[in-house]
């Protein structure tokens, strides 16, 4: 069992920065995989970014440049550093993570935390 707290989201304008927290408890020796997606009003849940405990990262192409995503020294922890962010950034985001059982992948979320870009 995995539980993920995220924070760090808010309101901000156009062109400005925000940086997400995320924060996992309970079996985190079992954790490998950290990433954050995220659900606009009205759309599917999408991929962000996602990073390996190895430090190899992924990001979808609508954030590329602009979103950086790390991970703390513990290893439980992720980040998500948004700059020059767009109105179509907005939505809630949740942090995510896989937990291998020995026989399936078990998948893991936060509560969300919204952001919102707007002037």
């Known amino acids: 069992q995995v539980q993920l707290v995220e924070s760090g989201g808010g309101l901000v304008q156009p062109g400005g920065s925000l940086r997400l927290s995320c924060a996992a408890s309970g079996s985190i020796f079992s954790i490998n995989a950290m990433g954050w997606y995220r659900q606009a009003p009205g759309k599917e849940r999408e991929l962000v970014a996602t990073?390996?405990?190895?430090?190899?990262?992924n990001y979808a192409d609508s954030v590329k440049g602009r979103f950086t995503i790390s991970r703390g020294n513990a290893k439980n922890t992720v980040y998500l550093q948004m700059n020059s962010l767009k109105p179509e950034d907005t939505a809630v985001y949740y942090c995510h993570t896989p937990l291998y059982t020995g026989t399936r992948y078990i998948d893991y979320w936060g509560q969300g935390t919204q952001v919102t870009v707007s002037s």
């Open positions: 990073i390996t405990s190895g430090g190899d990262t």
